[in-house]
């Protein structure tokens, strides 16, 4: 559930919720922040647009978001990396953590119902 829904989710099915939460939340910040710096990127550039100091050629709007992402890259790569990581480590945790469940399942006999 982690690789495929978000990180955290797996750990919460698995009831490991310290981690599960520190992974969503650490998830749900990074994508909070590229977001934001997206957006706001975005709303000024549209307002450039719209007060005419760009005119409506392709060319020019694509230079003027270049030149707005240029500037938050290197933030926005440290977020994505950030991001990645959290979910990388949500997967191989939950698997790690299930596979030990289902080991002290199967040594003391039990099984889910």
């Known amino acids: 559930m982690s690789g495929l829904v978000f990180p955290g989710i797996g750990h ?5 919720y310290i981690r599960g939460i ?8 990074a994508i909070y922040f590229i977001f934001s710096v997206i ?34 890259e290197q933030t926005t790569n440290l977020a994505m990396i950030a991001l ?10 939950s698997y790690r953590q299930g596979h030990a469940l289902e080991k002290s399942e199967e040594a003391t006999g039990e099984t889910e119902t």
């Open 12 to 16: 919460m099915y698995l009831k490991r």
């Open 22 to 29: 520190i992974l969503l939340l650490g998830a749900a910040w």
């Open 39 to 72: 957006v706001t990127k975005a709303l000024e550039v549209s307002g450039q647009i719209g007060s005419g100091n760009v005119p409506l050629d392709i060319s020019a709007i694509t230079d003027l978001v270049s030149q707005h992402l240029s500037g938050a």
């Open 84 to 93: 990645l990581t959290l979910w990388v480590i949500g997967v191989v945790d």
